[in-house]
């Protein structure tokens, strides 16, 4: 079992930065593909980035492609997502999940795949 604790969201301006952090405790970390998903009010959760145990693997929605990057490193059990040219529409809580066994080789992009999750760290992007 993995205990997700996600950091770094806050309150940004539209074309602004931000790094978010998932640190992970428990099980091995490099015995998980991690991902991001988001959540904004009134919608479905969904889909943002993914990443495979290793790293060597990255997917990404077609929304954020270009402007977030997902990496981790395996000694501080983190995964990071940073986020680049922010826009008021990438306002969510953001959370970071884990998925072990068969998909640990792939960058997952279906939440239902997913076995823990963090509880969340909230984006705002101002225009």
């Known amino acids: 079992q993995v205990q997700l604790v996600e950091s770094g969201g806050g309150l940004v301006q539209a074309g602004g930065s931000l790094r978010l952090s998932c640190a992970a405790s428990?099980?091995?970390?490099?015995?998980?593909?991690m991902g991001w998903f988001r959540q904004a009010p009134g919608k479905e959760r969904e889909f943002v980035a993914a990443i495979s145990w290793s790293g060597g693997s990255t997917y990404y929605a077609d929304s954020v492609k270009g402007r977030f990057t997902i990496s981790r490193d395996n000694a501080k059990n983190t995964v990071y997502l940073q986020m680049n040219s922010l826009k008021p529409e990438d306002t969510a809580v953001y959370y970071c999940a884990a998925v072990s066994g068969d998909y640990l080789y792939r960058a997952v992009p279906e939440p239902e795949k997913y076995d823990y999750w963090g509880q969340g760290t909230q984006v705002t992007v101002s225009s």
């Open positions: 428990g099980r091995t970390f490099s015995s998980y593909a």
